[in-house]
């Protein structure tokens, strides 16, 4: 029997070649990091940054926001490759992230309705669409999109609350979801799958049913399941409530999928799943796990203040 152990943070990688691929050493060990940067943030609406081949994250700064709420997301967007962050107040942000200006933020718009599962928020642009996701444990399934007239990120909409598909092997269970990127991450992409984190069934998940481009369609919130967590010795592996991740596609179509929790950075790599299983069917997926490190200006390991990650996209 598979004896499970506790999982506080992972990096999840696709390493079709080396070619975007970064040693790695310190809080990264044991992981595949792609060739970007990858940003952190805490529940003090601070970010730190970890960059390629560093043994450890630096502090940038504390983003200032002008509605007073805390940070709940952020993602990098591939069509202007600026940061966004959303607050639990529903304001979206973009975030200077050059060092005269670091942490300043300029409203974009107001998400209404707001998002109402707090820190357990999952937020990122889909490629294609150029359009924002915003999810999480409530099953919440919001999308941010243009407007019609060329408004920027100013239309709500509210979409399929999450739910297993009937023939799933979860189906009628509560989808916990905490976590999850779209892949192919880049401007100008012409299809993206959609991957998620169930932090209760301690499984990758992803959507049922694509549209006419072959990509996700999240709008009908229906979710497959791809498979467990486990380790490199298939022991099972338990996902924190603040387990998130991030994927980079790289300019050989490589999507390098990094995760975090609590306190450590975690990886899988892609080339080994198959999103296209028939329903009902499952496979196994095999986590690297980082080490623990304390974040600057701290002498424990990361605890509690990672919630959520961004990697920086190819331009």
Do not use: C, W
């Amino acid at each position: 029997m598979a004896i499970a152990t506790t999982l506080l943070g992972v990096t999840i990688v696709n390493a079709q070649t080396q070619t975007s691929v970064v040693p790695t050493s310190g809080v990264a060990k044991g992981v595949t990091l792609p060739n970007s940067s990858l940003y952190a943030l805490t529940s003090d609406n601070s970010l730190y940054i970890l960059k390629p081949g560093a043994t450890s994250y630096v502090r940038g700064g504390r983003v200032d926001v002008s509605d007073g709420g805390n940070l709940i997301g952020i993602d990098f967007r591939p069509a202007d490759g600026q940061l966004y962050g959303l607050t639990d107040r529903g304001g979206l942000y973009t975030i200077n992230l050059t060092s005269r200006y670091f942490g300043a933020s300029t409203k974009v718009s107001q998400v209404n309705p707001r998002f109402s599962g707090g820190f357990g928020a999952l937020v990122d642009f889909n490629p294609v669409l150029n359009a924002l996701r915003i999810t999480g444990s409530n099953d919440q399934n919001i999308a941010v999109v243009n407007d019609a007239n060329g408004g920027n990120l100013n239309t709500t909409a509210v979409q399929t609350k999450f739910t297993y598909a009937q023939g799933d092997v979860n189906f009628g269970k509560d989808p916990e979801i905490v976590g999850g990127a779209y892949n192919n991450n880049f401007n100008g992409a012409t299809a993206t799958l959609f991957y998620l984190v169930d932090h209760d069934l301690d499984t990758l998940v992803t959507i049922s049913g694509k549209n006419a481009t072959g990509s996700s369609n999240t709008g009908a919130g229906l979710l497959q399941t791809i498979g467990s967590f486990v380790d490199e010795y298939g022991n099972a592996l338990n996902m924190s409530p603040t387990t998130d991740f991030d994927i980079y596609t790289d300019a050989y179509g490589n999507n390098f999928l990094v995760g975090q929790t609590t306190r450590l950075l975690f990886s899988i790599d892609l080339t080994q799943i198959d999103p296209n299983l028939p329903l009902g069917r499952t496979q196994k997926v095999v986590v690297k796990r980082g080490q623990p490190a304390p974040l600057p200006g701290s002498t424990a390991p990361i605890t509690g203040g990672v919630f959520d990650i961004a990697v920086v996209p190819r331009r």
